[in-house]
């Protein structure tokens, strides 16, 4: 059985639930302190081209091209810096606030505010390439950072305060939730699941 790229991830520094969904409120509190007083789109475009390089001097970089992926981050080593880079055709799609594409980019900002100091990279052949990759299923969750990423970027968009207020004071639908926070409806639904939503 060939392995594919999306099989393989670089385990990261153990962290839970709440610890991640703290350091999203963390970043909200200094950044955009709205987002936890009243439902609201957060502003992932002005987190990702203006916040991320003046607060944490890391650079988006919009490529033409970078298949097989769609977004990612880069450590330091990068000839183009530490930051996130990301797709033009999905940076395009950002800018129009397509939710799927929001999601991303808060998962790629949450890669570079929770894993950018863990990464390691060497240069094989010029070209730098992560070190210690292993296969998705030898990694504990809570230390697959994709699994990070994705609990911060839901965290960041969804604040959990947020969610309780709109789904328990409020009484709001999932399609109106999808709607103000424009967040895919999938992420609302995972986080309705959980047992310490709402």
């Known amino acids: 059985m060939r392995t ?6 670089t385990p990261v520094r153990p962290m839970t639930k709440v610890a991640i969904q703290q350091e999203a409120l963390a970043i909200l509190a200094r950044l955009y302190p709205e987002a936890l007083e009243t ?3 957060v502003p992932i475009l002005r987190f990702l081209e203006e916040d991320m390089e003046f607060e944490y001097g890391l650079r988006l970089v919009v490529l033409e091209s970078m298949w097989p992926r769609e977004g990612g981050a880069r450590p330091q080593e990068h000839p183009d810096g530490a930051g996130i880079s990301f797709s033009q055709d ?12 929001r999601f991303l980019g808060a998962h790629e900002f949450g890669h570079a505010m929770l894993h950018l100091d863990q990464l390691q990279v060497e240069r094989q052949d010029g070209v730098p390439r992560f070190v ?8 504990k969750p809570y230390m697959d950072p994709e699994w990070q990423a994705d609990t911060f970027a839901s965290h960041l968009l969804l604040p959990e305060p947020m969610l309780r207020l709109v789904v ?11 709607g103000v926070f424009r967040v ?9 699941s959980s047992p310490r939503a709402a």
């Open 168 to 178: 328990n004071d409020l009484g709001w639908s999932e399609s109106r939730i999808a």
């Open 90 to 101: 999905r940076f395009d799609l950002l800018c129009r606030d397509n939710v799927s594409a």
């Open 184 to 192: 895919p409806r999938a992420t609302i639904e995972i986080r309705l």
């Open 132 to 139: 210690g990759l292993k296969l998705r299923s030898q990694v």
């Open 39 to 41: 439902p609201c789109a």
């Open 4 to 9: 594919s790229p999306t099989d393989l991830i």
